[in-house]
């Protein structure tokens, strides 16, 4: 049984590591980008006099949903460690438990007994190990509460269930 408390650190760093797991949102943001960019090469070509005004309201477009983009991840993130610490056994420890069936997390009076294929993946960095569900489901497990046979000996039980590492988008 491994012991353990989440820290405002280890919440933002496991949103951090969830949202690169969300391909999906940044795809779009990229597709749409790339085509405002198409967009506004073409306007140059097709107009020789194009004023200065014209070319900043243009390249305006991208940088604003770059901006965008980044404050949206900004307050989620904010939002997760607000939701977090709303919880009514936030501060209590975790005690973490598994087997070649479930992961166990017991909290204060809470248990939870996740069978192994209620899991679709996990991801990690180098502060959090963090367990997948369905949606925006996860858990996370701060990697200085785990030894290195204990995490090895979690994603080897990861590997034998068939639970992939997560591709994570770049940033």
């Excluded at 990229?30 to 005004?53: K, R, W």
């Excluded at 899991?119 to 497990?141: E, H, T």
Aim: aromatic share 10%.
């Amino acid at each position: 049984m491994i012991r353990y408390n989440l820290s405002d650190k280890d919440i933002l760093s496991a949103h951090r590591l969830w949202r690169r797991t969300k391909w999906g949102n940044r795809v779009y943001l990229i597709s749409c980008l790339i085509l405002i960019v198409l967009i506004s090469a073409y306007a140059e070509l097709m107009y020789d006099d194009l004023n200065m005004q014209m070319l900043m309201r243009i390249v305006r477009v991208p940088l604003s949903i770059a901006l965008l983009s980044l404050a949206a991840g900004f307050i989620a993130s904010r939002a997760a460690l607000r939701n977090f610490k709303a919880r009514f056994q936030a501060n209590k420890p975790i005690e973490l438990s598994w087997n070649n069936d479930t992961i166990t997390f017991e909290q204060g009076v809470s248990l939870w007994r996740v069978p192994l294929q209620d899991f679709r993946s996990w991801a990690m960095n180098d502060s959090i190990l963090l367990i997948l569900r369905r949606g925006a489901i996860w858990d996370p497990i701060p990697l200085r509460a785990l030894t290195h046979d204990r995490q090895a000996d979690l994603l080897d039980t990861f590997t034998k269930a068939g639970i992939t590492r997560a591709k994570l988008f770049p940033f």
